[in-house]
Nanobody
Framework: VQLQASGGGLVQAGGSLTLSCARS????????MGWFRQAPGKEREFVAR???????TYADSVKGRFTGSRDNAKSTVYLQMNSLKPEDTAVYYC????????????????WGQGTQVTVSS
């Protein structure tokens, strides 16, 4: 399984971006997927988890601003990010949830290459 995140870019505070994570290889439609982010000098942190049915769970820092979704037919998960803040600046990664704590990095595998999101003030 390979995952590829895309859709990052430079946006002003208050703006929006939609990230995509495309899967190639094994069928992932029954797997929950996660989004994490890592800012310079910081640990990679949980952002959202999207179950196979599209139910999402979010970190408190993004709740109400970010929305996760997926299209299993396209083997793609999305992260719609609204009302972006400078503190959202990070490299965003997607991964497959393998089990355990939904917000723990160790619970995920098959990490894709990240996509940079930069929010200017």
């Amino acid at each position: 399984v390979q995952l590829q995140a895309s859709g990052g870019g430079l946006v002003q505070a208050g703006g929006s971006l939609t990230l995509s994570c495309a899967r190639s290889g094994r069928d992932f439609s029954t797997y929950a997927m996660g989004w994490f982010r890592q800012a310079p000098g910081k640990e990679r942190e949980f952002v959202a988890r999207i179950t196979w049915s599209g139910t999402s769970t979010y970190a408190d820092s993004v709740k109400g601003r970010f929305t996760g979704s997926r299209d299993n037919a396209k083997s793609t998960v999305y992260l719609q990010m609204n009302s972006l803040k400078p503190e959202d600046t990070a490299v965003y990664y997607c991964a497959i949830f393998l089990g355990g704590d939904y917000d723990a990095r160790r619970s995920y595998g098959h990490w894709g290459q990240g996509t940079q999101v930069t929010v200017s003030s």
